[in-house]
């Protein structure tokens, strides 16, 4: 009998979480997190990881398996991501795979490009630079050697950046050459369905979300990480706009306005990544459940 993973995708705030659960219990299955920031177990309300409610209904997997101490990249999540799948397959003809890391989710659907080994003198030069001469510069430097990456990465990641760069420069070649390559076979088939809606509606249920992390405690979740502001980790949306705030850098209102303003830009990164793969079906994030159903009963039967 032929397995199915059904990869739930979209950008951030549009309702994958939802949908993934509903799914998940119309499957009687589970569901696998493919969200690289909820994977950390102290970040909780600036991730919008699933709430206990939610876990309590469905099982999840790699939701706050990890610490931010920890050194937890794509290639040991696409190895822990595939042994989870060859045991739940054991007993379900269908598992959930939900997330808006584009990343993570290509790893386990359809595998990590390969890269070649580049001298780790490159790295260390480029994150001297990131202290000395910040993040714009290396953006810039990105833009100029590799406009594709520069376009479709996540720019504001200092650690995406830098992996981009360091290809870039070891190799001669554009790290966006290196993508894409003949993909590995998985033993399941994959079905993706992406969750869209107009772009103002998008922008506008970010800004909304933000207001309710505010509410729901996010800057006392921020405040008690910032003896780990320096980890990777937390170089991220939601937080370290709120640690420039408790710096002294800038005042509340406009750290606010910042993780609006980047949780935007994110959204649009997220949907540039998903629309370069033609086989997802897309609906619009008031599609009603039944429709979505007829449509993955369809692929599967």
């Given at each position: 009998m032929t397995k199915f993973l059904i990869s739930i995708v979209g950008p951030t705030a549009?309702?994958?979480?939802?949908?993934?659960?509903k799914l998940a219990q119309h499957f009687?299955?589970?569901?696998?997190?493919?969200?690289?920031?909820?994977?950390?177990?102290e970040m909780h309300i600036g991730t919008a990881a699933p709430t206990q409610e939610e876990i309590a209904t469905v099982k999840h997997h790699f939701i706050h398996h990890k610490s931010i101490q920890d050194n937890y990249n794509v290639g040991a999540f696409e190895k822990d991501a595939l042994q989870c799948l060859?045991?739940?397959?054991?007993t379900?003809?269908?598992v959930v795979l939900?997330?808006?890391?584009?990343?993570?989710?290509?790893?386990?659907?359809k595998g990590l490009d390969d890269f070649p080994e580049v001298d780790s003198n490159i790295r260390e030069t480029l994150n001297t630079d990131l202290e000395t001469k910040g993040l714009p510069y290396l953006q810039e430097q990105l833009k100029q050697l590799d406009i594709t990456s520069y376009k479709t990465i996540a720019i504001d990641n200092p650690h995406r950046v830098i992996r981009a760069l360091e290809i870039c420069i070891g190799t001669g070649k554009p790290y966006s050459s290196f993508l894409n390559k003949e993909k590995v076979t998985r033993n399941f088939k994959t079905i993706t369905i992406g969750l869209t809606?107009?772009?103002?509606?998008?922008?506008?249920?970010?800004?909304?979300?933000?207001?309710?992390?505010?509410?729901?405690g996010l800057l006392k979740e921020v405040e008690s990480l910032l003896?780990?502001?320096?980890?990777?980790?937390?170089?991220?949306?939601?937080?370290k706009e709120l640690f420039n705030y408790l710096n002294g850098e800038c005042d509340l209102d406009f750290a606010i306005s910042e993780i609006k303003k980047n949780t935007r830009r994110f959204a649009k990164r997220?949907?540039?990544?998903?629309?370069k793969d033609d086989s997802i079906l897309w609906f619009d994030y008031l599609v009603d459940f039944e429709v979505v159903i007829e449509s993955v009963e369809s692929k599967i039967h």
């Open positions: 549009i309702g994958k979480t939802a949908l993934s659960i009687e299955t589970e569901i696998i997190s493919a969200d690289s920031r909820q994977f950390f177990k060859e045991t739940l397959f054991k379900k003809n269908v939900v997330g808006g890391s584009g990343l993570y989710v290509d790893a386990v659907t809606a107009d772009r103002p509606i998008i922008y506008n249920r970010i800004n909304q979300r933000v207001d309710m992390m505010m509410q729901a003896p780990y502001q320096h980890l990777n980790a937390l170089k991220t949306v939601g937080y997220q949907l540039t990544w998903f629309k």
